[in-house]
């Protein structure tokens, strides 16, 4: 079945310096989603990217679309103790547009 | 206030005894999902439904039940036959099935003894 796989599993920084999360999927994506998961919360959805080499920005975080649209990334600049969390990448399971596989998480601590 | 709300936040219950989660949603969308979440893991769909009265299994739907009778309503039962019940279970929503952007419950954390 379809894998998504996310690395690294977790990282610790120091507020002020930057992160990345990659995301990789053993089968072509239509699209990727990622979501964002607090200590103890429930995930909230991010973005959205649909066009191949796609990439979005939200204020500090950088979004993209790999060309063969199997992985994608998330680059935040500058990290701040509010980026603390989980983050996920998502996609539509194969043969479906009904429900989403999502990735294993990266998990990310920000220290003063 | 549109969302999706679930209850109880916290859940005790004694091996071999069936529980129901509860999921309601005023957001007026179509699609709605369950998904179990064991620590430091990603999300598992158990069940998801794309319309009233309509439901599949997910990727790990044995030993659950689910009922979709109203369109604001999808109730999970957790049975005695779920080996490892323990975990925290979110209710998700999207506004009709295929379009995938998910809205999430604050979920229920289920403890069995």
């Known amino acids: 079945g379809q894998q998504v796989m996310q690395i690294p599993q977790y990282q610790h920084v120091q507020e002020g310096e930057d992160f990345t999360t990659y995301c990789n999927s053993s089968?072509?994506?239509?699209?990727i989603q990622w979501y964002k998961q607090r200590p103890g919360g429930h995930p909230v959805f991010l973005i959205q990217?649909?066009?191949?080499?796609e990439v979005k920005k939200q204020k500090r975080l950088t979004f993209q679309f790999g060309e063969a649209k199997k992985n994608s990334s998330l680059h935040i600049t500058a990290t701040q103790t509010t980026d603390v969390g989980t983050y996920f990448c998502?996609?539509?399971?194969?043969?479906?547009?009904?429900?989403?596989?999502f990735g294993t998480g990266t998990r990310l601590q920000v220290t003063l | 206030d549109g969302g999706i709300t679930q209850s109880p936040k916290y859940l005790f219950r004694k091996e071999g005894q069936n529980v129901t989660l509860s999921c309601e949603q005023n957001?007026?969308?179509?699609?709605m999902y369950w998904y179990r979440q064991d620590p430091g893991q990603g999300l598992r769909l158990i069940y998801y439904?794309?319309?009233?009265?309509?439901?599949q299994k997910g990727d790990i739907a044995e030993g659950y039940s689910v009922s979709r009778e109203k369109k604001e309503s999808f109730p999970l039962t957790v049975t005695s036959a779920q080996k490892n019940p323990t975990a925290f279970y979110l209710c998700?929503?999207?506004?009709?099935?295929?379009?995938?952007?998910?809205?999430f419950g604050p979920g229920t954390r289920l403890t069995v003894t």
């Open positions: 998700a929503s999207s506004i009709r099935a295929g379009v995938l952007e998910q809205y």
């Open positions: 089968t072509t994506l239509s699209n």
């Open positions: 990217l649909v066009k191949s080499g």
């Open positions: 998502a996609g539509p399971s194969p043969g479906t547009a009904s429900k989403l596989t």
């Open positions: 957001l007026n969308h179509d699609a």
């Open positions: 439904s794309q319309i009233v009265n309509d439901f």
